[in-house]
């Protein structure tokens, strides 16, 4: 009979959740792949079978968290319902419901210093992503003049920019604990103001 080799289950997922425990813990740079495999309960030279680095390892990280992302999102948005604001809205608080719930996938997709174009699976994942928000955007300025009406991708791009401007700086982290406001309320006031300015919602109405 045939010696039989090590059988870890799934362990290319098991490196995935050792990565994530690591990187939330130590930063996108502050592990190894050896690390990792101690983590996993493997030897140093087993994720090598699966992955070919640590920056492979950590984009596999990135595009299961984006996954997840554009779950939560498509859910939060549920194609503009009740409204186009309120569904807008919801995407925000999203995002910041994730970066708390997801913190080593969250470190994998926007703080490793990572490209999309690192895999074709990984690229595809963040399209969709952020095809979730550029929905929502297009839905709500629909009713604007042509003239006066944004494009949906840049109007997107300046609500992510925000909402992960919020997340680094208020909830995420020992700087979430000193956030003088609660992260989703500076959200929500930003993207109100934001929307203000656009003509999407009247000066004396809450967002």
């Known amino acids: 009979m045939a ?10 997922q ?9 990187i939330a813990e130590c930063g996108p740079q502050g592990f190894s792949m050896a690390e990792a495999a ?3 309960g493997v030897s140093p030279a087993a ?3 699966h992955f070919a680095g640590r920056e ?5 990280a990135a595009r299961q968290g984006y996954e997840i992302f554009v779950t939560r999102m498509e859910t939060a948005f549920d194609e503009g319902r009740p409204n186009p604001l309120a569904a807008f ?9 994730f970066a708390r719930s997801n913190p080593g996938h969250y470190v994998a997709m926007f703080e490793s210093n990572l490209s999309v174009n690192a895999s074709p699976g ?13 929905r929502a955007a297009a839905a709500l300025s629909a009713h604007l003049p042509p003239g006066r009406r944004p494009p949906a991708a840049m109007f997107a791009a300046h609500v992510w920019a925000m909402s992960h401007g ?6 995420r982290g020992t700087p979430g604990a000193r956030a003088p406001f609660p992260p989703e309320e500076l959200l929500e006031t930003g993207i109100g103001i934001y929307l203000r300015g656009l003509g999407l919602i009247p000066p004396d109405s809450a967002p």
């Open 3 to 12: 010696k039989q080799g090590y059988h870890h289950g799934n362990l290319p």
């Open 14 to 22: 098991a490196l995935v959740e050792a990565t994530l425990t690591l």
């Open 38 to 40: 101690k983590q996993a």
């Open 47 to 49: 994720p090598y079978r």
């Open 56 to 60: 492979m390892l950590i984009a596999e």
């Open 89 to 97: 809205l919801a995407t925000g608080r999203a995002y910041l419901a």
């Open 122 to 134: 990984l690229s595809d994942a963040a399209g969709r992503a952020q095809a979730v928000l550029t």
């Open 166 to 171: 919020v997340v680094e700086l208020f909830a």
